[in-house]
T-cell receptor, first 116, second 112 residues
Framework: GAVVSQHPSWVICKSGTSVKIECRSL??????MFWYRQFPKQSLMLMAT?????????EQGVEKDKFLINHASLTLSTLTVTSAHPEDSSFYICSAKRDDSYNEQFFGPGTRLTVL | GQNIDQPTEMTATEGAIVQINCTYQ??????LFWYQQHAGEAPTFLSY????GLEEKGRFSSFLSRSKGYSYLLLKELQMKDSASYLC?????????????FGGGTRLMVKP
């Protein structure tokens, strides 16, 4: 099957610190990965599209300088929340699109970020 | 803009059938997905429709009418474990070729 991992699964940090979240496709290559944010009892909101070897494409309203995305290889994308604040507390989920498949995105297990 | 609507909550009885509707108004439609998401977990793929008609997969079926901008997910023989949120997502054509826009999700509660 197609497995996507995220690390860490949860993190608690102080306000003002930066947090890095990793998204890995374990058994397939993914030129394109997506980062979503989900607040309690709400649906997934796409934050950005991450493309290996090029700059990420951010959705309207998402600050690219605050949410840094690096897609350095075909199996790894990272999201860094810089100078985190309590309002950044959320469930962050990545998904990866298989390079050899057109239809499906495979989701990671998510990372719960709590900023104190 | 893109608009995807689903009921917020539904309740059904164990063993029954439930239909979750999704209507959409989007540009560049290129397929519709249904995902199941249990609380605190990532979504898992249920079904994909790009042509009009019904796709059946075990207890779950999904229907699409592109002319009406309408889809539904049908769950048969409901089980308690089916209590979850069900997300309708439309794929749009963009640079990445596979961007999904999600509806608000429908929280389904299955009661004994």
């Amino acid at each position: 099957g197609a497995v996507v991992s995220q690390h860490p699964s949860w993190v608690i940090c102080k306000s003002g610190t930066s947090v890095k979240i990793e998204c890995r496709s374990l058994d397939f290559q993914a030129t394109t990965m997506f980062w979503y944010r989900q607040f309690p009892k709400q649906s997934l909101m796409l934050m950005a599209t991450s493309n290996e070897g090029s700059k990420a494409t951010y959705e309207q309203g998402v600050e690219k300088d605050k949410f840094l995305i690096n897609h350095a290889s075909l199996t790894l994308s990272t999201l860094t929340v810089t100078s985190a604040h309590p309002e950044d507390s959320s469930f962050y989920i990545c998904s990866a699109k298989r390079d050899d498949s057109y239809n499906e995105q495979f989701f990671g297990p998510g990372t719960r970020l709590t900023v104190l | 803009g893109q608009n995807i609507d689903q009921p917020t909550e539904m309740t059904a009885t164990e063993g029954a059938i439930v239909q979750i509707n999704c209507t959409y108004q989007t540009s560049g439609f290129n397929g519709l997905f249904w995902y199941q998401q249990h609380a605190g977990e990532a979504p898992t793929f249920l079904s994909y429709n790009v042509l009009d008609g019904l796709e059946e997969k075990g207890r779950f079926s999904s229907f699409l009418s592109r002319s009406k901008g309408y889809s539904y997910l049908l769950l048969k023989e409901l089980q308690m474990k089916d209590s979850a949120s069900y997300l309708c997502a439309v794929r749009l054509l963009n640079n990445a070729g596979n961007m999904l826009t999600f509806g608000g999700g429908t929280r389904l509660m299955v009661k004994p």
